[in-house]
């Protein structure tokens, strides 16, 4: 009795071996999946096309904050620098360019 319990626990931990190993390899696919992302989107933010200016940036879809903008970005909100844009909220941001193309508005009519 005693020898079939002892073997029963170990296969039991040969199982959750397995499984572990198994979603080890999976979150290391993962984890190689989303560094390639990462490379991409970071070459977009760093290698925008010059002829096609694109204002680029990245929120938190928890809270809105900016976490990153490229500079074409920044200089279409009238700022100088990305670290006068990061950690500004979205809808800051919101405001401020609705407040800008209403001004614009204006004066093109």
Do not use: W
Request: net charge positive; with cysteine.
């Amino acid at each position: 009795m005693f020898l079939f319990a002892e073997s029963k626990g170990f296969l039991t931990i040969r199982r959750l071996q397995k499984q572990l190993s198994l979603r080890n390899a999976q979150l290391q696919q993962e984890i190689g999946d989303r560094q390639i992302a990462e490379a991409k989107l970071r070459n977009l933010f760093e290698n925008a096309p010059a002829p096609a200016p694109v204002g680029i940036f990245s929120a938190q879809l928890t809270d809105g904050l900016i976490i990153e903008a490229n500079q074409y970005f920044v200089n279409m909100l009238g700022y100088s620098h990305a670290k006068d844009v990061i950690e500004q909220k979205l809808l800051q941001i919101y405001l401020l360019l609705h407040h800008c193309l209403g001004n614009f508005k204006l004066k093109v009519r």
